[in-house]
Structures are given as C-alpha cells and as structure tokens.
C-alpha cells in the first residue's frame, strides 16, 4: 500500500515494474544486472484516486502519461532493483501529495488609492523626462 496521506492511499497492485540495464554507477554490474526501474500506473483508471485528484495530477504531469494512458515514472538513482522501486514510489508520493490538496482560490484585490498616486506621479515623471529630451527648451 502506497500510503500518502491519510485519506489518499492506493494499493501496489495497482503498479506494475518494468526492469531494464541502468547507466551510471556500477562498473560491471551496469552491463550484467537490471537495476533501472520503470513504474507504469493507470491512473485514468484507478479507483483509489479521487476525481478532483485525478484531474490536477492529469493536469501537472499528463506529459508523462502515454497514449495507452499508463503514467511512466523511471528511476537509475540505486545500484539495485528494490532501492529503485522505493525511490519510484516515493517520487509517485510527492507528486501525488503535491496536487493532493486543492489550490488556494485568489481573492481579487483593487489598487490603493495611494499606488495609483504614486503611478501617476512615475508617470507624470517619466513624461516630463521624456519631454525634456526634445530640442524644444523655450
């Protein structure tokens, strides 16, 4: 179980690992041994997944879901498979903890009287520097 907060939590079966040779460290085991980690999850079709959810997460990282619609998460960090596979589910975590919460609504604001003064005056400024800059100084 892939906890990542208290009300979100999605079942490993739901994850499925796809093992190839890894560049990087290692020296010979590179060329012998496939530590690299490819974590492919549905996540159109996840049932443990919110649909509010869902979408911000479709929304921030769609660029990594695949025309089958399987979210692709890789990971070369480790010399070994399991470290690997801890690292892609924690990276899955942040992200889905990231858009987990919903983003804060923004209140309109209007200018205070006193910043319109004060572009105003700037602009007033600027014009008579501008004006000054015309041979014209009768």
Known sequence: ML???DNLKIPLAEFTYQFARSSGPGGQNVNKVNTKVLLRWEVTKSESLPE?????FLARYGNRINSEGQFLLTS???R???RNIEDCLEKLADMLREVAKPPR???KTK???GSKERRLKEKKQRSDRKDGR????D
Do not use: C, E, L
Not at 52 to 56: E, G, H, I
Not at 134 to 137: I, L
């Open 111 to 113: 200018p205070t009287r």
């Open 80 to 82: 070994d498979q399991k």
């Open 52 to 56: 509010a959810v869902r979408q911000r």
């Open 76 to 78: 070369t960090r480790y």
């Open 134 to 137: 015309s041979g014209n100084w």
């Open 3 to 5: 906890i990542v907060t």
């Open 105 to 107: 609504p923004r209140k």
